[in-house]
């Protein structure tokens, strides 16, 4: 789990220099689309379960490949839970992460975290992150103006920044990946400690 404190949290969004907001090109959606909630599973699934993570965090990234897929196939694919996952980024690489997936639009956004998950042992620890993002990018169709054009948007990182101060001082998140079900922020984020909350949220 990744802790910080309020000054690097601030200090990680202030870090990227963002010129000024472009309208969104063939391949990237507008701000609204790309601000939607990514929400995987049932609307009216009975129990919600919330993730909030950056896509530069080795606990996401574990919780990624080790946890959800257990979840995926036992609550998500048969309507017990719905999953929303929100971007809570730790440094400026995870920053610039979030907004590339979410200019990508909501049908591709789910897909974009998967790869970037999967590529953050790369982009991750790369001398220049944005060069390494931009080519693991094109593997989703975005070319480099695409992500020229996103990186620049105030408006989406203006928006990405507010809703994680919000998660910061009002549901007191403050590591990655933070994990609520059914409303409770839950201590650990094992798989079991994951199960044994939807099972109660489940009334079981």
Not at 2 to 16: E, N, Y
Not at 32 to 45: H, M, P, S
Not at 82 to 91: A, M, V
Not at 161 to 178: I, S
Request: charged content about 25%; proline content about 5%; hydrophobic content about 40%.
């Amino acid at each position: 789990m990744m802790k910080f404190s309020r000054r690097l949290f601030t200090a990680a969004f202030g870090a990227l220099a963002l010129a000024f907001a472009i309208p969104a090109s063939a391949d990237i959606v507008s701000t609204e689309e790309a601000l939607t909630e990514l929400v995987i599973g049932k609307e009216d699934a009975p129990v919600e379960v919330l993730e909030y993570a950056s896509l530069s965090c080795p606990a996401c990234k574990r919780f990624h490949d080790e946890v959800y897929p257990k979840l995926k196939e036992e609550y998500i694919e048969t309507g017990k839970i719905k999953f929303i996952f929100r971007d809570f980024p730790t440094n400026t690489p995870g920053l610039a992460a979030a907004m590339i997936a979410r200019c990508a639009g909501p049908t591709r956004h789910a897909g974009m975290v998967d790869m970037f998950f999967d590529t953050q042992g790369t982009w991750g620890r790369a001398e220049n992150p944005l060069q390494s993002l931009t080519m693991t990018a094109r593997m989703a169709g975005l070319g480099p103006n695409d992500v020229d054009t996103c990186v620049k948007n105030t408006e989406l990182y203006n928006a990405i920044n507010a809703r994680a101060e919000k998660a910061y001082k009002e549901e007191g998140v403050n590591a990655t990946p933070t994990i609520f079900v059914a409303g409770k922020k839950l201590e650990h984020n094992s798989y079991e400690a994951v199960k044994e909350a939807i099972e109660k949220a489940l009334g079981n």
